[in-house]
């Protein structure tokens, strides 16, 4: 293993909120990067000394990890080996969450809510490159920039600036065709608020809660949409059809710089709870990498 990314999934389950599914390992960690040390029966897609990242069901924190050879992706060319574990959670989500289940296409508009998280800053990226119009939440001036950077059209410093007006504001009035959340029931209203006719909001995170209540008039009226989803619990088949898509499409993004890794830091494997720590703080731009 040559780095691990830390995922606010992990910090759910140190806490007991979000235990690994039967036959993983009781520790955290959803993704590394590495390089190959062993293969099992029938395996071709890699071979022993190959460069290669991985999603994994859990146990990313440690020296050594056995994964599908489905969930192996060869190491994106142009990246450095620790900073390509920042990309397989990440990517994956974005991907399946983007254009899968929202059919994201060029020319929409977009709103990331949460352009500065480790998904976020991917999906920022990804939408940009896939010639859609991104508007992105982030909390200060200097992050705001960072989006902007990173391809956002428009940032919005939720900490001071009205989210839904600036959607509107920044699509002529028509709201935005795709939602990408990560706030859960606190950003439930605004986010309904801010989709166009027949905008689709794809909740993928719950920083703000579980429980709300939606204005199921409002939604009717936009003939618009809310679903929710997690890429942990999916079915081995369909991590493996992700990761597929992801090669075909994505990687190439990545080896001619449409999409990188944002890494905010990167700590001894021995200094996971710190690590931890600094997620917490709501001050990480980006990924924090675990190194042994």
Not at 73 to 85: F, R, S
Not at 98 to 115: I, K, N, S
Request: proline fraction near 5%.
């Amino acid at each position: 293993m040559a780095a691990a990314g830390i995922n606010r999934a992990d910090l759910l389950q140190r806490s007991g909120h979000y235990p690994a599914p039967a036959g993983a390992p009781e520790w955290p960690g959803l993704e590394i990067s590495g390089t190959v040390r062993g293969l099992g029966p029938g395996v071709t897609t890699c071979a022993v000394g190959d460069e290669v990242v991985a999603l994994l069901e859990g146990g990313g924190y440690a020296e050594q990890v056995v994964v599908r050879a489905t969930q192996v992706l060869p190491a994106p060319q142009g990246v450095d080996l620790v900073d390509a574990a920042a990309l397989p959670e990440a990517v994956a989500t974005a991907w399946t969450n983007l254009v899968d289940t929202a059919r994201l296409r060029a020319g929409d508009h977009l709103l990331v809510q949460g352009g500065s998280g480790g998904v976020g800053s991917v999906a920022v990226q990804l939408a940009a490159a896939l010639g859609a119009h991104v508007v992105a939440t982030a909390g200060g001036p200097e992050r705001v920039a960072r989006c902007l950077e990173l391809g956002a059209e428009v940032a919005v410093d939720h900490r001071t600036d009205d989210v839904v007006e600036a959607v509107r504001a920044a699509t002529d009035g028509r709201g935005a065709d795709v939602v990408l959340d990560v706030l859960g029931a606190g950003g439930l209203r605004d986010n309904v608020r801010a989709l166009a006719p027949g905008g689709r909001l794809v909740v993928i995170g719950l920083q703000k809660g579980a429980r709300g209540e939606v204005d199921l008039g409002a939604l009717m009226a936009k003939r618009a949409w809310v679903t929710g989803t997690l890429l942990r619990v999916r079915t081995p088949q369909e991590k493996a059809d992700i990761l597929a898509a992801v090669r075909e499409h994505v990687w190439p993004m990545v080896a001619d710089g449409r999409l990188r890794p944002v890494v905010h830091a990167r700590l001894p494997l021995d200094d996971a709870a710190r690590a931890h720590e600094l997620m917490e703080s709501g001050e990480v731009f980006g990924k924090v990498l675990l190194v042994p």
